[in-house]
Structures are given as structure tokens and as C-alpha cells.
């Protein structure tokens, strides 16, 4: 009798210590703020393309297109809010707003207000909402109108240089 009750005791300590150890931890409320790179299906107002998205820091980004076939090699730098597009060795400094440079930008946006504040809320360009995979890396980000599915996403070493 005295072998079942503590028996008993024992798994009911277990059960209420591994409840507090599981208590303890919390999910993140905020996107990592790291440089990353990652794969990304995106849609985006009717547009569905795939991309390698790279972000080097708050504010700075490279989105390079690897379908549809017809857009393969379109990059889109964004930098200090000026966004420039390069294809096929030809480069433009674009403020034109059409619906590819709008998307890179909603993008760009969605994120780094979900790295600075929080997973979801409202930013410049509108509401937006990043999603953590089990192991806290973003698996999807929406924003009015865009949608992105991140895969094998990882993280870069930031490269320091110092100007003599």
C-alpha cells in the first residue's frame, strides 16, 4: 500500500514539475531581428512568384527572383527606403511604385515591424502579421494584400567593414 501511494506522490510531483518547467517558457513576442536568407513563395495581389529574400539589416534587403521564368534574375535592392531593380547587367534607381517594386517594399516593411516591435500590428504600409515556426524562425508572412511562405531560412553572419 505504502509502495502505490508513494508511487502515486511521484508521478503526481513529475506531472506538476514538468507543468511549471513548461510555464516557464515563453514564446517570443517580436520576428528575429538577424541578417538572414531565405527561399520565399510570395503572392501578391494576383502576382505568384518564388524569390531568395536577404535581409542584411533593419531597412536593408535584396529580393531575387527565381520564378516565373519570364521575371528569373529581376533583383530588387531596398536601402535607406530607396528601392533600385537590376536585370541582365542593366540597373535603374526606380521611386515608380508598380506592383513588383510594391510588393518587395510591403515585404521589407512587414518584417522589420515585426523584428522591432511586434508579430503582428500595423505598419506604414499597412497591417501585417509574421508566424514562428516551432523552432521561433519565420514560416509565413502576410500583409495587406501579400502573403510569403519563408523555407530553408538562415541566418548570416553580418560583415563589419571600416572605411580608412
Known amino acids: 500500500m505504502k509502495r502505490s501511494l508513494f508511487a502515486g506522490f511521484l508521478i503526481t510531483a513529475a506531472a506538476v514539475l514538468a507543468g511549471c518547467s513548461q510555464a516557464d517558457v515563453q514564446a517570443p513576442s517580436a520576428a528575429p531581428d538577424t541578417a538572414f536568407t531565405a527561399d520565399a513563395e510570395i503572392s501578391y ?3 505568384e512568384l518564388a524569390a531568395k529574400v536577404t535581409r542584411s539589416a533593419a531597412g536593408e534587403w535584396e529580393l531575387r527572383i527565381t520564378e516565373p ?13 530607396k528601392t533600385s531593380l ?3 547587367g542593366l540597373e535603374s534607381d526606380s521611386d ?3 506592383g513588383i517594386v510594391s510588393m518587395a ?3 521589407a516593411c512587414a518584417y522589420d515591424a515585426a523584428a522591432d516591435s ?15 515556426d516551432e523552432s521561433s524562425l519565420p514560416c509565413e508572412l502576410s500583409s495587406d494584400g ?3 511562405q519563408f523555407s530553408d531560412y538562415r541566418e548570416n553572419a553580418v560583415e563589419h567593414t571600416r572605411e580608412l
Open 45 to 47: 495581389e494576383g502576382l
Open 86 to 88: 537590376s536585370m541582365l
Open 146 to 148: 501579400l502573403k510569403v
Open 118 to 132: 511586434a508579430l503582428s500590428g500595423t505598419s506604414e504600409l499597412g497591417s501585417y502579421s509574421v508566424t514562428l
Open 69 to 81: 521564368y519570364a521575371l528569373e534574375g529581376l533583383t530588387m535592392k531596398i536601402s535607406d527606403g
Open 96 to 98: 515608380v511604385c508598380t
Open 105 to 107: 517594399r510591403a515585404l
